[in-house]
T-cell receptor, first 113, second 117 residues
């Protein structure tokens, strides 16, 4: 089954404790992105990657890091989480040939206290 | 910069009736994609329908159809024969067609649709 997976689905942590949210897709997509969803703001892109070892900032990159060492994986790293990073996070992937159709993971609910 | 506006934060419809969700966008580009995504209580983002800007024909997917007015920069979603399972947040989204750029989606703030039995 074609899918995007994320782990963990729920995470509660404390300020300053480094964490990683994993993302993997099995569709051989070139593009992968991370979005955060906040009430009243819709979804906003954090980082994106156009292929292995090619990443760039989206609209809200501050406080986040990413890497793309393999085509299928695109982890999101919060080196020193803060309460304003409490949000719902989505990983997404798409293909150059998919006509823009983007597939989302199930989401990770992160709470930073 | 491109923007997407959904002016209806919440809507309600009776089961089996038809409802239309509004979306407007702003861009100076001529080639782009538009989407409607559904987010049910499970929070999963589900692609409902997709429209390519260079196609004049409105996209249709079963009970879902769009009214794409390129000159007016309007992209509304019509849901026919509404079902209880249609209850969800609906997001309108825009993507530039650069043929190799970011594939970045720009989302509206969403419309929460409640289908009443």
């Amino acid at each position: 089954e074609a899918q995007v997976t994320q782990n963990p689905r729920y995470l509660i942590t404390v300020t300053g404790k480094k964490l990683t949210v994993t993302c993997s897709q099995n569709m051989n997509h070139e593009y992968m992105s991370w979005y955060r969803q906040d009430p009243g703001l819709g979804l906003r892109q954090i980082y994106y990657s156009m292929n292995v070892e090619v990443t760039d900032k989206g609209d809200v990159p501050e406080g986040y890091k990413v890497s793309r060492k393999e085509k299928r994986n695109f982890p999101l790293i919060l080196e020193s989480p803060s309460p304003n990073q409490t949000s719902l996070y989505f990983c997404a992937s798409s293909s150059l040939s998919s006509g823009g159709s983007t597939y989302f993971g199930p989401g990770t609910r992160l709470t930073v206290t | 910069a491109q923007t997407v506006t959904q002016s209806q934060p919440e809507m309600s419809v009776q089961e089996a009736e038809t409802v239309t969700l509004s979306c407007t966008y702003d861009t100076s580009e001529s080639n782009y994609y538009l989407f409607w995504y559904k987010q049910p209580p499970s929070r999963q983002m589900i692609l409902v329908i997709r429209q390519e800007a260079y196609k004049q024909q409105n996209a249709t997917e079963n009970r879902f159809s769009v009214n794409f007015q390129k000159a007016a920069k309007s992209f509304s979603l019509k849901i026919s024969d509404s079902q209880l399972g249609d209850t969800a947040m609906y997001f309108c989204a825009f993507m530039n067609h650069y043929g190799g750029a970011t594939n970045k989606l720009i989302f509206g703030t969403g419309t929460l649709l409640a289908v009443q039995p």
